[in-house]
């Protein structure tokens, strides 16, 4: 009986071994070239024993010595085998020219338990996506960003004297140190509240601000979070198993709660304020009356999936634009030579004016454009961009390759920081240089290796707000203060292995030194 009993578990063992034998050896199969995996966790070892930042790890499989000079290579997510693209003309015909079959991401979280994660633009999947953002995209017209821009400033003119408020820590030197990312993400959780929901967060004054402190909870990363986000992005099929978030459940009942309870008070009133919640309105309506006209087979905005689009709108509108502020501070305390030369566009730009932060003033400042874009190639707020295969038939990849092709449900990967630190596509890419953007160099740029954004029509929909509120946050910064380095500043910043988003390793500490431009 023993004998029996211990050649079916030999047999057992021996069927499995051949089956994920056969299972891992799925690229040589297609005679594709691959990064050779380890069995269960497939290439993704860098990643989960956070050693290293999702940004460096993707960097790593990127330059890996069996992806050397190949357009994509295969990889394995676990148990799944994967593309990583690595050619500039596959990353077009992926995410712009071939849209269609790759419409959607393959990330995704689980509608029942985390109905606000997962039903906003940034999850959700066709036609449902298609659907929102047509609806959501009047929100950042040009005209409704001209309509935004005062209170926007006003929010800028309330970080100016929260700053002139602090206590100088050396009088001679006049002087004081903080840590710039959450003084940032202070600014654009006010900025958010009050543009997108006509609600003063007061994220300066109260020290316990709840839109502050749920808005933390989502990109606070300790090692469940982790693993939680992880899964989002890597095996999203077992996330409604584990009953992982997105959005935390303390959160969601909180922003749930405020949204519906502003939208209501919103209708009860009347007034319009031209802001997100007026849109949602907007968009209950036209499906009460699609109810009432007994029209049928038309998207349903109800409930939970309008407030989604808010708290999306929310947490990516803070948390992007608060880091590519932080990482600016670092980058100008480094380079006081450049930070000078921006603070001067911004006191020309203020004479200009007559000393008022106005729309065409911010619009007028080039080199802080540049900046900007420089910062966001060292540090996008994603590292990597996925998609999922949802062509109705194999998608070719020919000329890349002639035989292999791409099955419906495979995810692909695009490695944006990769691209980014390439220095194929840009020379000494450690190296912060904002002139890269000027107008005569950016010809010379090669297409589709810069996507801080992504690209597309999943490209963000919020760019062009998260760069206006990201510009008036750092004029009025820099207009009374000048940014050095301080005893806690790093010479080079870490990145966090725990946050699949681009974050500093232990915060960005930094010293601003009291120093008016005299407008």
């Known amino acids: 009986m023993e004998l029996v009993l211990l050649i079916l578990v030999g047999s057992l063992i021996g069927i499995a071994f051949l089956a994920l034998q056969q299972h891992y050896s799925y690229w040589r199969r297609m005679g594709v070239r691959e990064i050779r995996p380890k069995w269960i966790v497939g290439n993704l070892m860098g990643l989960l024993n956070m050693r290293m930042s999702p940004a460096e790890f993707i960097c790593q499989l990127y330059n ?31 995410l712009v020219k071939d849209f269609a079959g790759f419409s959607n991401r393959y990330s995704n979280s689980d509608p029942k338990s985390d109905p606000l994660g997962s039903q906003n633009i940034f999850f959700l999947k066709n036609p449902a996506w298609k659907e929102v953002r ?23 003119a309330s970080l100016d004297a929260h700053l002139r408020q602090q206590p100088l820590h050396n009088e001679r030197m006049r002087c004081f140190d903080l840590e710039a990312k959450e ?24 020290p316990k601000c709840e839109f502050r402190r749920h808005g933390r909870s989502v990109f606070e990363f300790n090692l469940r979070r982790a693993a939680e986000i992880t899964l989002v992005f890597f095996l999203p099929h077992l996330v409604p198993l584990l009953r992982f978030k997105v959005v935390p459940a303390e959160a969601t009942l909180f922003l749930r709660k405020t949204i519906n309870y502003v939208m209501s008070e919103r209708e009860k009133s009347g007034q319009k304020r031209n802001d997100l919640i007026d849109i949602l309105i907007e968009f209950r309506r036209s499906t009460q009356m699609a109810k009432e006209s007994g029209i049928k087979d038309q998207f349903v905005f109800e409930g939970d999936i309008l407030v989604a689009q808010a708290v999306l709108f929310f947490t990516a509108g803070f948390e992007s634009s608060s880091s590519t502020m932080a990482f600016a501070m670092y980058e100008l305390a480094k380079d006081a030579d450049v930070q000078q030369r921006l603070r001067e566009e911004i006191k020309d730009a203020l004479v200009e004016s007559g000393g008022q932060v106005t729309l065409k003033m911010i619009e007028s400042l080039e080199f802080m454009q540049l900046i900007l874009l420089e910062v966001l190639r060292m540090y996008p707020p994603l590292p990597f961009l996925d998609r999922e295969c949802t062509s109705g038939k194999d998608y070719s990849l020919a000329p ?18 990769a691209l980014h630190m390439d220095p194929q596509y840009f020379p000494q890419p450690r190296k912060f240089v904002p002139e890269r953007f000027s107008p005569e160099n950016r010809k010379l740029h090669t297409p589709y290796t810069y996507m801080p954004f992504g690209l597309g029509p999943h490209g963000c929909i919020g760019e062009r707000f998260g760069y206006l509120q990201a510009k008036v946050g750092l004029v009025y910064l820099l207009r009374n203060h000048m940014i050095t380095a301080s005893e806690r500043t790093p010479h080079r910043l870490q990145l966090e292995p725990k946050a699949i988003i681009t974050q500093a390793k232990g915060g960005i500490h930094l010293r601003l030194v009291r120093d008016p431009l005299g407008i």
Do not use: W
Request: hydrophobic share 45%; charged share 20%; with cysteine.
């Open 64 to 94: 890996h010595p069996d992806a050397e000079k190949e357009p994509f290579v295969g990889i394995h997510v676990f148990h799944k085998p994967a593309l990583l693209l690595r050619d500039p003309e596959m990353v077009r015909n992926i």
């Open 134 to 156: 047509l609806k959501l995209s009047p929100f950042f017209t040009g005209n409704r960003l001209k309509q935004m821009f005062p209170l926007i400033e006003e929010v800028g």
């Open 183 to 206: 003084l940032c993400a202070l600014y654009t959780t006010d900025v958010i509240a009050t543009v997108a929901y006509g609600v003063s967060a007061n994220s300066f004054t109260d």
């Open 400 to 417: 890349f390759h002639n035989k292999f092709v791409v099955p419906k449900g495979m995810p692909v990967y695009i490695p944006c920081y």
